[in-house]
């Protein structure tokens, strides 16, 4: 990979080590990955907040970096484990609380924005199309180039960390245009359609494709279904961008029997003691759509709703959190389903979810039995 | 002689070779830096001032915050050479300041246990 003269002496520690430590990931990520140089990016968006994914020495690395550490560029960063206005009311540790702030503090110092949420697309002001940034996020970066007109690779803890430090980051992958024409078609084939399905469809898709993939047969995908979409393919494979339509090369069909392999693979229970809404988080006008679901009703057992805080003023100010709170639901900003340390196999057996994201890592991480359902199933079999 | 420099630097000390690829994260005690998987062809070998050859790292991303939990515990290998690149040990390299070089197959069954060399991951060579 070529380097300017600047990257070179950045990288040789004349400006530092921070910035010597950053360019070291970007040169050791851009020779892995083949780039040719570096570019600049407007916006890093990280993954590594929640302690439950970066443990001890993500928590002791981050404490050290962030005693001179300051981003270049605008950052912002995924959900932590737990909301600090409610964690009493759950059983977490005072260890892991004490990690959390750790982390949470190292990010703050070093300038990240408090997002603590994986739907940086949703809560944000965007960039002009066609502006490259590093999501390490995987719905967001597949939401980033898909919907958003955006350009990332699916950027991992460190490159999004190294680009946030440098603003810059490898040209290569998806940063390439030739590299963004998808060569597999998926056809969906599937009739009824929900967030569910396009998760499910999402799973399928990861597994299958390459760095860039078709999807066909379906039209406008509202915001529930793409996010669920995003989210599914972010999950099982390295897919980053997907594009509605049918692409040259080969094309493969995702009908009832292959969506029935997905379900079947994470659906592991027959009905859940909890029920989790929202990986990826839900944003305002999924909110404001469940309060009105919610109306009349009041869930027969726990239901947990993950947020970012951006919304937490409108949920309020619009009475949408009265309404859920009325309904028996509990509203938690900063954090998501996501290896969550709020459910716990001690507690619960099984948990209900419309999440495909969230079902995965509830069985791997939390290892708890996932029942899947649609959020129009779930008010209509869950409350009463 | 096919060499890439993943991280950059100097470093001379005597190779240990790991027959298996190595998952850092649960597999080293970042305190010690000694093997701690049981069924790793290394179990109970202390990586530290070690030139680590080793084919590939596998699992977890965060395994590259093990590796700087070592060189901070100042029981990291001082380099490391490998056959394939990954992600999670160029990281983790990269983080913590430790060469890195992924090699062909010829120059790579050509380290041996106990061999003392100088890696130059600045000119890409191992002397």
Known sequence: MNLTKEEEEALDGKQGETLALAYRVLLAIGEATDADKLIPIEWAHLSGVNYNTIGDAGEEFLSHLSKDATFKVRTTVNPMGFDFDTVSKYSVDDEFIKKQESIKQSYEKMGAVPSFSCIPYEILELPKKNTHVSFAESNAAIYANSISGLKTNKEGAFSALASALTGKSPYSDLREDDNRLPNLTIRMKVEHRDELTYGLLGYFAGKVAGNSVSISGTRELDKRSCKSLCAGMGTSGRCGMFTIGESEGEKIDFDEKEMQKVQDELNTSESGDLITLGSPQLGLDEISDLSSMLKGKSFRKRCMIFCPRAIQGQVKKMGYDNEIRRAGGEILYDCCICLTPLVNKKDVDAVTTNSVKGAYYLKTSNEVDVNLKNLKQIIQEETK | ?127
């Open chain 2, 1 to 127: 002689m096919t060499v890439k420099v993943i991280v950059r630097g100097k470093a001379k000390g005597t190779i240990l070779v790991s027959k298996t690829p190595i998952n850092f994260l649960g597999g080293i005690d970042k305190k010690t830096g000694k093997v701690r998987d049981k069924k790793h062809d290394l179990f109970g070998k202390i990586l530290a001032n070690k030139i680590l050859v080793f084919p590939y790292g596998i699992g977890s991303s965060v395994g590259a915050y093990t590796i700087y939990s070592l060189k901070y515990n100042k029981c990291s290998p001082v380099a490391m050479i490998c056959l394939k690149s990954d992600l999670t040990t160029a990281s983790g390299c990269a983080i913590s300041n430790i060469p890195l070089l992924v090699v062909g197959k010829n120059e790579y069954e050509s380290l041996k246990d106990d061999q003392k060399v100088l890696v130059d991951a600045m000119e890409g060579k191992i002397l």
